[in-house]
């Protein structure tokens, strides 16, 4: 990151300063949202919900980023102004998430936390492509990936530490962590330079007609298949170490201040996979193979899950679906800023957000759904075969390049 303009030539001057303070707020974002995440599940149970019920919830943060990401990515098209706007407001809702979760525990409270939660991720649309304004268009990997390590080491410090939070302070802590992350996000997001800010992007843009701009972006080249894949990464993502790995672990025996091991062993290869991206430059022509490869592990090591029956077992297989999914989100966004042309990045990312989101929820819905009616270990079986229904998608849709 040097002291130069990057990107285009309406853009500012970019420092590093610039660079720490938009990371460090979405260090704050993700943090705020999941330093409770690894011992969600088991709180739920412990206070007496079923399976099923703890999918509901699960998945209900999935809920209003399917409503939400499309129409903010399109609205940003717009009204470029209110990007960063709708980005500080994210961290004012998700405050409100956690207080509710600090001092509710019945499930129509709970359910609406966790809405109100991805109210606050549905602001990762402005996020995204607010970053990408910082680097040249030929460095959109780059963006992408330094995003998505900072998200992958947010998201396991913060499930690193909350099960020995719990077990010290109880189960209100998180909670409390997480507004207080909060407050401290809205500071910094409202620090955040937003370049294309009244740029004449957006008078152009607001003289053309919505339905022919949703048209044009739907028509997108390989948006609903990339769209498709990350639905399934999602659905894996958040069925197994945001869901149902850390149950499937509390019933063989581990403590919540254990998760630690199972939690480290998924995001510690998970984040070097998101920064390998960062200093290496991959060809977009490898794109394919890297994604149906790492795909096609992941459903096979999580056939093997519901044979672990030790930490040490369960940790190790997680390792493996942690690394493969560390290279597949980063390598997925770069896809949609490639197809995208400047004009469409805000809805395309709209769209590619909002769908995949479903994924969020119907993932983990499913999941407690099969958990209720067969039992843990089918959960990891089906969620395999989502794994290896999206290499079969790659191998049929995803273009061949080079």
Not at 297 to 314: E, K, S
């Amino acid at each position: 990151m040097s002291n130069e303009y990057v990107g285009n030539e309406s853009q500012k001057l970019i420092l590093k300063k610039d660079h720490v303070i938009f990371l460090a707020a979405i260090f704050c974002f993700w943090f705020a949202i999941y330093i409770y995440s690894p011992v969600f599940g088991v709180y739920l149970q412990s206070k007496g919900f079923s399976y099923s019920a703890v999918g509901i919830i699960i998945g209900s943060y999935g809920i209003t980023q399917i409503l939400l990401r499309l129409p903010l990515g399109i609205l940003s098209d717009y009204l470029n102004k209110l990007r960063k706007l709708l980005f500080v407001g994210g961290f004012a809702v998700s405050l409100i998430s956690c207080l509710i979760l600090v001092y509710f525990d019945s499930f129509f409270m709970i359910t609406t936390a966790r809405l109100l939660a991805g109210i606050t991720a549905s602001m990762w649309v402005m996020a995204t492509v607010l970053y990408t304004y910082y680097f040249s268009a030929d460095q959109s990997a780059k963006a992408m990936g330094t995003l998505q390590f900072i998200t992958v080491t947010t998201q396991f410090i913060s499930m690193a530490i909350s099960g020995f939070i719990v077990e010290k302070l109880g189960w209100n802590a998180p909670f409390w962590i997480g507004a207080l992350a909060s407050i401290l996000g809205i500071l910094l997001a409202s620090q955040i330079k937003d370049l294309q800010s009244g740029s004449t992007e957006t008078t152009s843009k607001n003289k053309s007609n919505l339905l022919s701009h949703l048209y044009t972006m739907l028509a997108l080249p390989g948006l609903k298949m990339i769209t498709f894949l990350s639905l399934m990464a999602h659905a894996i993502l958040f069925i197994t170490i945001f869901g149902f790995s850390p149950i499937i672990a509390a019933d063989n025996g581990v403590s919540e201040t254990d998760f630690i091991w199972l939690v480290s062993a998924f995001f510690i290869p998970h984040a070097a996979a998101s920064l390998s991206l960062v200093f290496t430059n991959i060809d977009s022509k490898h794109n394919k193979s890297i994604l149906w490869s790492c795909f096609g592990i992941t459903g096979m090591f999580l056939c093997f899950v519901p044979l672990a029956h030790t930490l040490f077992a369960l940790s190790a297989l997680h390792f493996v679906i942690g690394l493969t999914l560390g290279f597949v989100f980063p390598i997925l966004l770069d896809e949609v800023i490639r197809c995208s042309p400047a004009n469409l990045k805000m809805s395309a990312m709209g769209f590619f957000q909002s769908f995949y989101a479903l994924g969020i929820f119907l993932g983990p819905l499913i999941a407690g759904s099969i958990a209720e009616q067969f039992g843990l270990g089918e959960v990891f079986y089906v969620t395999g075969g989502f794994a290896l229904l999206a290499v079969l998608v790659i191998l049929r849709k995803f273009p061949n390049r080079g």
